[in-house]
């Protein structure tokens, strides 16, 4: 959450400091949600975007001592356009703001891959988010080197953009499908470890891909974790101009390094490089690292190391279960209850349920099975085929370890945690057909 320094001001000040910091936690509250609509853009400048924004709810947040009295923001929304017109006007005033503030030094500047902010994945169109970017870097900013995210490349503190792409509607209504997507886009000066510019805009729903890469649609669990947290509370709402970075996202760029390493080669069909990578990071990374542990998974995996699989597989549990929540992805079918049976994806489901019932017995926890569905069809017949799916994950669990059943329970949300929510029921929607495993008071 935005931190609000009050020693030294007034009563008078307080208490109008008080509304601002009630608005601004408002605007937190919703910042990665699919039903959020709070925007924030610095104050136009200049070289502001050819479209003007839409009038819209506004919070202005107070700048602080550290931060340069231009550093005051206004939220708003801005219309949604086509995906690539956004990039191009978010980018464009993003990187004017940032020249003007840390003039014309030659410094390099560094590009930590963009994510999807529900999911903490990489997509077909946050890569296309970095491209575009890099080219307007390139075309506008000779004076800023492009280096790709790498251990070395930190060393010399450069500039770091960072930015999300998250499905959003006006209603906020749970089960309403996103109308926009919103942009986030940051940069943070390493030198300082502070936000130096920020810019938002927003894309028409139908000109976005939110498909993931490979790494991320075959990892059994998606990558919301601690270090995904932190570079998220960097780029949105919960930054602002001349603010830290979020120090736990500092802290882990060197593992986000080497991670970024092994995606890339995961990605290329070099599973023996990006399995030696992922050992390299997790000796780096924090413990639970989703990243790495769904790394180690996979390669191991695909290199018939079903021993090493297992164990990884059981941290990757074990680290959920510390935390209260399992995020697993066992997807279903569209409209049933029988799972995706993709390639092998049936041998590795035996494994993963071995491993769930193995950890949650070891952890002496209950579990709540959490069923979800995509948003097709009406919001009755998604609470019933919601429950319906974690009322078969409990069956397969107790028949894995009977000790079990004084344990578990089901639930089903129907739509209303849509992590994608578009209802395309496909592979960009896949993992809102899901189940999911919440540690609970036991009864």
């Not at 200049?46 to 839409?54: E, L, M, N, R, T």
């Given at each position: 959450m935005a931190r609000i320094q009050t020693i030294g001001i007034g009563i008078e000040h307080r208490v109008g400091l008080a509304i601002v910091m009630l608005a601004t936690l408002a605007a937190c509250a919703n910042s990665g949600s699919p039903g959020s609509t709070v925007r924030a853009v610095p104050t136009p400048t200049a070289a502001a975007s050819p479209a003007a924004p839409q009038p819209a709810a506004t919070v202005t947040a107070p700048s602080t001592a550290a931060a340069p009295a231009a550093a005051e923001q206004n939220f708003v929304a801005p219309a949604p356009v086509p995906f690539e017109n956004s990039i191009?006007?978010?980018?464009?005033?993003?990187?004017?703001?940032?020249?003007?503030?840390?003039?014309?030094?030659?410094?390099?500047?560094?590009?930590?891959?963009?994510?999807?902010?529900?999911?903490?994945?990489?997509?077909?169109?946050?890569?296309?988010?970095?491209?575009?970017?890099?080219?307007?870097?390139?075309?506008?900013?000779?004076?800023?080197?492009?280096?790709?995210?790498?251990?070395?490349?930190?060393?010399?503190?450069?500039?770091?953009?960072?930015?999300?792409?998250?499905?959003?509607?006006?209603?906020?209504?749970?089960?309403?499908?996103?109308?926009?997507?919103?942009?986030?886009?940051?940069?943070?000066?390493?030198?300082?470890?502070?936000?130096?510019?920020?810019?938002?805009?927003?894309?028409?729903?139908d000109s976005v891909n939110p498909e993931p890469l490979k790494f991320y649609s075959d990892s059994p669990t998606w990558h919301k974790d601690k270090t995904v947290l932190g570079y998220i509370n960097s780029c949105q709402v919960n930054t602002k101009i001349g603010d830290p970075a979020d120090p736990e996202y500092l802290a882990m760029l060197p593992a986000a390094a080497v991670v970024n390493e092994a995606i890339m080669a995961y990605s290329a069909g070099r599973v023996p490089a990006a399995n030696l990578l992922y050992k390299e990071a997790a000796a780096l990374a924090d413990p639970g690292d989703l990243r790495v542990l769904n790394g180690l998974y996979l390669t191991s995996w695909q290199l018939g190391q079903r021993d090493n699989a297992r164990d990884a597989f059981s941290k990757l549990v074990a680290s959920g279960l510390d935390l209260k929540r399992v995020p697993m992805k066992f997807l279903f079918q569209p409209g049933g209850t029988n799972f995706n049976a993709v390639g092998d994806l049936p041998q590795q489901y035996q494994i993963w349920v071995g491993a769930l019932a193995q950890e949650i017995a070891k952890a002496q926890s209950c579990v709540r099975v959490v069923g979800h569905t995509s948003r097709t069809g009406s919001a009755s017949v998604n609470e019933r085929l919601s429950r319906q799916r974690a009322e078969t994950m409990q069956r397969m669990l107790e028949r894995s370890n009977r000790a079990l059943g004084?344990?578990?329970?089901?639930?089903?949300?129907?739509?209303?945690?849509?992590?994608?929510g578009l209802g395309t029921d496909d592979q960009r929607d896949a993992l809102d057909r899901r189940v999911e495993f919440r540690v609970v008071d036991c009864v």
């Amino acid at each position: 959450m935005a931190r609000i320094q009050t020693i030294g001001i007034g009563i008078e000040h307080r208490v109008g400091l008080a509304i601002v910091m009630l608005a601004t936690l408002a605007a937190c509250a919703n910042s990665g949600s699919p039903g959020s609509t709070v925007r924030a853009v610095p104050t136009p400048t200049a070289a502001a975007s050819p479209a003007a924004p839409q009038p819209a709810a506004t919070v202005t947040a107070p700048s602080t001592a550290a931060a340069p009295a231009a550093a005051e923001q206004n939220f708003v929304a801005p219309a949604p356009v086509p995906f690539e017109n956004s990039i191009a006007r978010a980018g464009a005033q993003l990187l004017a703001d940032a020249r003007s503030r840390l003039g014309s030094e030659s410094r390099s500047l560094v590009i930590d891959p963009l994510i999807d902010a529900n999911t903490g994945a990489q997509t077909v169109s946050t890569v296309k988010m970095g491209e575009q970017l890099e080219s307007i870097v390139k075309a506008r900013h000779a004076n800023w080197r492009l280096q790709p995210l790498t251990r070395q490349a930190l060393n010399d503190k450069p500039l770091l953009l960072i930015g999300t792409l998250t499905p959003v509607n006006i209603e906020r209504s749970v089960n309403a499908v996103p109308d926009a997507f919103r942009v986030w886009l940051t940069v943070i000066d390493l030198r300082t470890g502070r936000v130096v510019a920020k810019q938002l805009d927003r894309s028409t729903i139908d000109s976005v891909n939110p498909e993931p890469l490979k790494f991320y649609s075959d990892s059994p669990t998606w990558h919301k974790d601690k270090t995904v947290l932190g570079y998220i509370n960097s780029c949105q709402v919960n930054t602002k101009i001349g603010d830290p970075a979020d120090p736990e996202y500092l802290a882990m760029l060197p593992a986000a390094a080497v991670v970024n390493e092994a995606i890339m080669a995961y990605s290329a069909g070099r599973v023996p490089a990006a399995n030696l990578l992922y050992k390299e990071a997790a000796a780096l990374a924090d413990p639970g690292d989703l990243r790495v542990l769904n790394g180690l998974y996979l390669t191991s995996w695909q290199l018939g190391q079903r021993d090493n699989a297992r164990d990884a597989f059981s941290k990757l549990v074990a680290s959920g279960l510390d935390l209260k929540r399992v995020p697993m992805k066992f997807l279903f079918q569209p409209g049933g209850t029988n799972f995706n049976a993709v390639g092998d994806l049936p041998q590795q489901y035996q494994i993963w349920v071995g491993a769930l019932a193995q950890e949650i017995a070891k952890a002496q926890s209950c579990v709540r099975v959490v069923g979800h569905t995509s948003r097709t069809g009406s919001a009755s017949v998604n609470e019933r085929l919601s429950r319906q799916r974690a009322e078969t994950m409990q069956r397969m669990l107790e028949r894995s370890n009977r000790a079990l059943g004084t344990r578990l329970s089901a639930a089903g949300v129907g739509s209303r945690e849509a992590l994608v929510g578009l209802g395309t029921d496909d592979q960009r929607d896949a993992l809102d057909r899901r189940v999911e495993f919440r540690v609970v008071d036991c009864v």
